[in-house]
């Protein structure tokens, strides 16, 4: 009968440089497919505890003296929006990402999957964030326009700033959107990248199978 899969032979030979870097790729590039399916979904900053993006800190005075105003429901759903924005921002990320994959070369292969089980992710966020930041700034503001955050920002900022001696605060809210969504994205890859090193379940490919098999 033909044999289905790789024989005993084919799963003991060396990783070839080229199986290597294909792994890593290929679990990188389900990460960010399943990370982004999750931060995308409505609640999925709002209601995860470790993505949920709170009112700017720099600004915290403006929350706090504006809720003893009476504008705590208004700064309540300000927060609301704020994450909202990162959702709708988070569906245009894939290609993003998967373009970012691609910069990874054969010869960090290795030392990625011998690395801790973030090493991957590690890499690519520290040779990729500025260019994600700068393309996702525009998809940032672009979600921010959608949900009319402004609309309840602005308010907020008028309440306060009506205040007498108080310092004018007026945070950039694309910046801060755009930096806690990134930030929780990478949260969340980390999180999948985790799981498939140990996780002989979450290897659902053959290549990955032997790519991360070598490891245990």
Not at 17 to 46: H, P, Q, R, T, W
Not at 57 to 63: D, G
Not at 68 to 97: C, H, W, Y
Not at 123 to 132: F, I
């Amino acid at each position: 009968a033909e044999t289905v899969g790789p024989t005993p032979s084919e799963k003991t030979q060396p990783l070839s440089n080229g199986e290597v870097i294909s792994g890593l790729k290929e679990a990188l590039n389900i990460g960010v497919k399943n990370a982004a399916g999750m931060a995308s979904k409505e609640d999925g900053f709002y209601r995860n505890k470790l993505l949920f993006i709170p009112f700017p800190q720099e600004a915290i005075n403006v929350k706090e003296k504006v809720d003893a105003l009476g504008f705590q429901a208004q700064t309540d759903k300000f927060v609301m929006t704020l994450n909202r924005a990162a959702e709708e921002a988070t569906k245009s990320a894939i290609p993003i990402f998967v373009d970012a994959i691609t910069n990874m070369t054969i010869s960090d292969g290795f030392n990625i999957l011998k690395g801790n089980d973030s090493a991957a992710t590690e890499y690519l966020q520290q040779n990729t964030t500025l260019a994600l930041t700068q393309s996702f700034t525009p998809v940032v503001q672009s979600a921010i326009d959608k949900v009319e955050l402004t609309k309840y920002w602005n308010p907020i900022i008028d309440k306060y700033n009506k205040i007498p001696f108080v310092e004018k605060q007026n945070p950039d809210l694309t910046a801060y959107v755009t930096q806690r969504a990134i930030t929780g994205l990478f949260k969340l890859v980390q999180a999948e990248e985790a799981k498939i090193r140990k996780d002989p379940v979450a290897r659902v490919t053959d290549l990955l199978q032997r790519v991360f098999g070598s490891l245990d």
